[in-house]
Nanobody, 113 residues
């Protein structure tokens, strides 16, 4: 499993940085992605980063979130800025394409005043 961490409660406009550590085998050979699930909705892809550091962002987070990877630490990060209430949800990391057995518990982000 891939365990995400770094969630918490922030006010609108705040920032958080999420982390996800993986084994070297998983990390070195895969595109890594961040996903969010909110009640009543399917889990959605927010951003991904390839092994050669090309990135993709969904429209709702582009310009506010930054995905990065630390190859020495086998860790992928999601820097979240200018957070909005609609960013609230459980955030997960996984590879692309996803592996069902890699879903961890996720980390909850709550954006509320």
């Amino acid at each position: 499993q891939l365990q995400a961490s770094g969630g918490g409660s922030v006010q609108p406009g705040g920032s958080l940085r999420l982390s996800c550590a993986a084994s070297k085998t998983i990390f070195s050979f895969n595109t890594m992605g961040w996903y969010r699930q909110t009640p009543g909705k399917q889990r959605e892809l927010l951003a991904y980063i390839t092994t050669d550091n090309r990135t993709y962002y969904t429209d709702s987070v582009r310009g506010r979130f930054t995905i990065s990877r630390d190859n020495a630490e086998n860790t992928v990060y999601l820097q979240m800025r200018s957070l909005k209430p609609e960013d609230t949800g459980v955030h997960y990391c996984n590879i692309i394409p996803v592996r069902t057995n890699y879903w961890g518990q996720g980390t909850l982000v709550t954006v509320s005043s």
